[in-house]
T-cell receptor, first 113, second 114 residues
Framework: DTGVSQNPRHKITKRGQNVTFRCDPI?????LYWYRQTLGQGPEFLTY????????KSRLLSDRFSAERPKGSFSTLEIQRTEQGDSAMYLC???????????FGPGTRLTVL | AQTVTQSQPEMSVQEAETVTLSCTYD???????LFWYKQPPSRQMILVIR??????QNATENRFSVNFQKAAKSFSLKISDSQLGDTAMYFC???????????FGKGTRLHILP
């Protein structure tokens, strides 16, 4: 266990529904990253936060995706009007030390039917 | 744009043998960071080893070591005395700046056979 938690661990939804995932970082980690991992692929960067500020968003993050980190602690990733192509593992990672290691959560596996 | 390439989708070795996983990358940066991450089945991704590009000495962590060839943009991982618990997906990864996003390769699925 790396200390980063994600909920839910699994989510099955129907196409067109909205879903929201949560990531709880290691305490006092000020940087938080979201990645998406599809089957057989490596994780791909989506977005990241420095405290509550969202500093960068990938082209993968379409208008249907929104991420927040309102108090600089936990973060949420919302997908509106889900599509089958959104089916993937959504990973959260956090870092806060000078060693700059990113600690990954267990991920939320999304299945869109 | 930086890219990371892992040319071995899957490998199998006998327990106690030594195995080398290959990785090449492309960047125009001079200073950067390279990593190998391990993702066991249904478990969290964990860092295996890291290398700073400005360091000439290859990183070593117990049974894990790297062969970093900066000019060739090659970064291979050697696992000595492989154990059943080493069975996992292994991702080679690149990071341009400290605290930057990580760019991952597609991974190598490693099976350690009893």
């Amino acid at each position: 266990d790396t200390g980063v938690s994600q909920n839910p661990r699994h989510k099955i939804t129907k196409r067109g529904q909205n879903v929201t995932f949560r990531c709880d970082p290691i305490s006092e980690h000020n940087r938080l990253y979201w990645y998406r991992q599809t089957l057989g692929q490596g994780p791909e960067f989506l977005t990241y936060f420095q405290n509550e500020a969202q500093l960068e968003k990938s082209r993968l993050l379409s208008d249907r995706f929104s991420a927040e980190r309102p108090k600089g602690s936990f973060s949420t990733l919302e997908i509106q009007r889900t599509e089958q192509g959104d089916s993937a593992m959504y990973l959260c990672a956090t870092t806060g030390g000078s060693y700059n290691e990113q600690f990954f959560g267990p991920g939320t596996r999304l299945t869109v039917l | 744009a930086q890219t990371v390439t892992q040319s071995q989708p899957e490998m199998s070795v006998q327990e106690a043998e030594t195995v080398t996983l290959s990785c090449t990358y492309d960047t125009s940066e001079n200073n950067y960071y390279l990593f190998w991450y391990k993702q066991p089945p249904s478990r969290q991704m964990i860092l295996v080893i890291r290398q700073e590009a400005y360091k000439q000495q290859n990183a070593t962590e117990n049974r894990f070591s790297v062969n970093f060839q900066k000019a060739a943009k090659s970064f291979s991982l050697k696992i000595s005395d492989s154990q059943l618990g080493d069975t996992a997906m292994y991702f080679c990864a690149f990071m341009k700046h400290i605290d930057d996003k990580i760019i991952f390769g597609k991974g190598t699925r490693l099976h350690i056979l009893p």
